[in-house]
């Protein structure tokens, strides 16, 4: 497999937020057509969401991957966590794709 997407993304997130956690999960796999690296779940948990609601937090991520966002990736699932809240989280899993093999 082919990793650019997903180590563009890594790279991303990891210089942007110093994260304390972050994974990345191709779910490309799940959904129904060319098996592209273009569904992806991504927790990310950095002291940078502290001063930020949730809504910040995901528009301070699409705004850091929006060549990806207009590009290879047709899905992003967004678990972002301060650390305080990462210590109780639970990521939940992904819902099976409506039109998957």
């Known amino acids: 497999m082919d990793n650019s997407v997903a180590d563009a993304i890594t790279d991303k997130v990891q210089r942007a937020f110093t994260p304390a956690h972050v994974a990345l999960v191709n779910e490309s796999h799940k959904h129904a ?3 592209t690296d273009s569904h992806f779940k991504l927790v ?3 002291a940078a969401f502290e001063a930020m609601n949730n809504v910040r937090r995901h528009q301070a991520v699409y705004r850091l991957l929006a060549a990806e966002l207009a ?3 047709h ?3 967004l678990h ?3 650390p305080a809240e990462w210590e109780s989280a639970s990521v939940p899993e992904s819902p099976k794709c409506k039109h998957s093999d």
């Open 80 to 82: 972002l966590y301060t």
């Open 33 to 35: 057509g060319p098996r």
């Open 44 to 46: 990310l948990v950095s």
């Open 71 to 73: 590009g290879p990736i």
């Open 75 to 77: 899905a992003l699932a």
